[in-house]
């Protein structure tokens, strides 16, 4: 009878040919991100900025929302690459909906600065008979630094948010799915530093070129007998004779029209009464009294 420890022995060499098997079928079933090895998709979405949920570089997002709710995400752009985010909404069914519906993007970047679009679809209108929709978003380049008081796009984290501008409200709540993607182009070796050469004219030569035609000689000033009076260096003195003259005649036809005439008082306060040498009588005149 073998021994027991020749016997164990025996049995682990005799299921090593079924784990060697088991193994490539265990390694098979792990889950794996995506065949090309990009993320998967985010399936959630944040409902302000402290909530908004952050997508890795080439992550995409695929949500079940609500009508009417506000959705945020959260990226990485780095020095010298323009972001666009692009998004595909699927509505409601049609019978379900009672009106027109107005999406709206939003980008913001770290300091929660809202960010212009140079490009795309900000805001999109579904009619009745609408099923999808398309938003899109392309930002400026962004710098590697800028003034305070600019609102220039600089690295760090900005912040997509989607959200209903004006819908019916008993379309409010209703199913929708969002479909979210964020591209990027140009890295930092694509950075206009400052200073640096246009790549490009900012306004484009009149005409396209340099001109054929001659140009027209300057005509001369016509010339008068007073011409040489009123220019050079004595000019100055004609100015100021001129002006003294006119000051005196305004000052003496001031004083004709504004003095009173002489040995007469004005009438504004009526005729002086004439005074006689005698002293009038008091008011105790005749009663013997002094």
Known sequence: MPNPTIRGALAGLALLPALALAAPAASAASP????????????????????????????????????????????????????????????????????????????????????????????????????????????????????????????????????????????LGLAASVQLHVSAKGDADNAQPEGGDLKAPLVPPAGGGASTAKAAAPEEPEEHWYTGWFSGWNSRWFWTLGGGALAALAGVAGYTLTRHPRGRRPARYGAVPPQSGAPQPGPYAGSGQP
């Open 32 to 171: 794996s991100p995506t065949a090309s090895g990009t993320p998967a998709p985010a399936t959630k979405a944040g409902t302000s900025f402290l909530t908004a949920i952050n997508l890795s570089p080439g992550q995409d997002a695929k949500v079940a929302a609500s009508t009417g709710d506000y959705l945020y995400w959260a990226f990485g752009a780095s020095e010298g690459q323009t972001p666009t985010v692009g998004l595909t909404v699927g509505l409601a069914a049609a019978a379900d909906r009672h009106g027109p519906q107005t999406w709206s993007v939003e980008v913001f970047d770290g300091l929660r600065r809202r960010q212009s679009c140079t490009g795309g679809t900000q805001n999109a209108t579904a009619g009745e008979g609408t099923s999808t929709i398309t938003l899109s978003c392309t930002l400026r380049e962004v710098r590697s630094w800028a003034e305070p008081w600019s609102g220039d796009p600089l690295p760090g984290t900005y912040y997509v948010r989607l959200s209903v501008a004006d819908a019916p409200q008993p379309d």
